[in-house]
């Protein structure tokens, strides 16, 4: 692993074989040498990763790989600006095969980019196995509704606070799960998550809202995820086509209910999940009470998701990227030949 950051770090990670810092001048073609060590490169790729205006500097490494690469597309825009664009095309053009991880965003790139699409390949997020431990909650237990992730506007947790106003009746815990995101902190500090505590007092439901700051590690938030009788996303996005929670989530087993961003209409069409309208405290409270009222809503949703769960684990996902790196070997004509 390659990893990227703001300044040199001592790696308690023994995958991490080479550090890239930001602002070098010397960092791509260091990280390149370092990637070129290896059968096979995977690029993962969001704007906000790498240094240069846009994340530009990936192209520097990109060029000078000397072995098959496989670029992973976390974000791909219907609008992008001409700076993007051009970064992605570049980007995919140097690479030996694209993947995203939803169909939509498949369909994206062939309908906005310059991209064969005989060089995409759709494979899932992935997620660890949190299945088989959903706990039946007494009777007289209040609800838990959960939503957990790194903290920032645009997660849409004043419409997920203002939609518990409509919950009253039912006494649900609302828990609100993750840190703020680091580069949010950096520039804003804690200015959001004091918005929405601020909130919380001046809609009377303080009590019911509950926030941990913490990044939480697997075993302790897998704890968390399987305390929850309904996992809620009320994101504003309207773009976001891949998303690691709404994975998470349903390989959980958890029923869900989501604002409709492109990754959540795709992955919750079968019935695992209800869908409602972004900026919606109505929309997202009345789904909520159909999810913890409902007789056998929630079990048929929890099936439902249980079944598709199997193609989002990791195990799975890493059959796939073998199979696509065994491909972009077999096609390299000098190492075909070696």
């Known amino acids: 692993m390659v990893s990227i950051v703001d300044?040199?770090?001592?790696?308690?990670?023994?995958?991490?074989?080479?550090?890239?810092?930001?602002?070098?001048?010397?960092?791509?073609?260091?990280?390149?040498?370092?990637?070129?060590?290896?059968?096979?490169?995977?690029?993962?790729?969001?704007?906000?990763?790498?240094?240069?205006?846009?994340?530009?500097?990936?192209?520097?490494?990109?060029r000078a790989l000397r072995v098959p690469s496989i670029v992973v597309l976390h974000t791909v825009l219907v609008t992008p600006t001409a700076r993007q664009r051009a970064i992605l095309e570049e980007l995919v053009r140097q690479c030996s095969?694209?993947?995203?991880?939803?169909?939509?965003?498949r369909q994206r790139l062939i309908d906005y980019y310059a991209v064969d699409p005989a060089l995409i390949r759709v494979i899932?997020?992935?997620?660890?196995?949190?299945?088989?431990?959903?706990?039946?909650?007494?009777?007289?237990?209040?609800?838990?509704?959960?939503?957990?992730?790194?903290?920032?506007?645009?997660?849409?947790?004043?419409?997920?606070?203002?939609?518990?106003?409509?919950?009253?009746?039912?006494?649900?815990?609302?828990?609100?799960?993750?840190?703020?995101?680091?580069?949010?902190?950096?520039?804003?500090?804690?200015?959001?998550?004091n918005s929405l505590v601020s909130r919380a007092r001046q809609l009377d439901v303080e009590h019911a809202v509950h926030f941990d700051a913490r990044y939480l590690e697997t075993t302790e938030l897998h704890g968390i995820v399987r305390q929850a009788d309904v996992v809620l996303l009320p994101y504003d996005s309207r773009e976001q086509v891949t998303s690691g929670v709404l994975?998470?989530?349903?390989?959980?087993?958890?029923?869900?209910?989501s604002t409709g961003f492109p990754h959540a209409r795709e992955l919750l069409s079968s019935?695992?999940?209800?869908?409602?309208?972004?900026?919606?405290?109505?929309?997202?409270?009345a789904a909520l009470r159909r999810v913890l009222t409902e007789p056998g809503l929630a079990a048929r949703m929890a099936a439902e998701a249980n079944r598709i769960a199997p193609q989002?684990?990791?195990?799975?996902v890493a059959r796939q990227y073998r199979a696509v790196a065994a491909q972009a070997l077999r096609a390299d004509p000098v190492l075909a030949s070696a």
């Not at 095969?97 to 965003?105: K, N, Q």
């Open 124 to 193: 899932p997020h992935g997620a660890a196995d949190n299945r088989g431990y959903r706990q039946d909650r007494p009777a007289a237990t209040a609800p838990v509704i959960l939503t957990w992730g790194l903290l920032g506007e645009g997660k849409g947790i004043e419409w997920a606070i203002e939609a518990m106003t409509q919950l009253r009746d039912l006494r649900p815990t609302y828990r609100v799960v993750g840190q703020t995101h680091p580069r949010i902190l950096e520039r804003h500090g804690e200015r959001y998550r």
């Open 247 to 257: 994975i998470e989530a349903v390989t959980a087993g958890k029923p869900i209910v």
């Open 7 to 62: 300044e040199r770090e001592t790696s308690e990670h023994a995958e991490v074989s080479h550090q890239w810092v930001r602002g070098d001048s010397q960092g791509p073609g260091a990280a390149a040498a370092a990637l070129n060590k290896y059968d096979v490169a995977i690029i993962q790729h969001e704007y906000g990763i790498f240094s240069g205006h846009d994340g530009a500097d990936v192209l520097h490494v990109a």
């Open 97 to 105: 095969t694209v993947v995203t991880m939803t169909e939509t965003a």
């Open 271 to 285: 019935g695992a999940g209800l869908v409602v309208e972004r900026q919606h405290p109505a929309g997202i409270a």
């Open 312 to 316: 989002l684990l990791w195990p799975a």
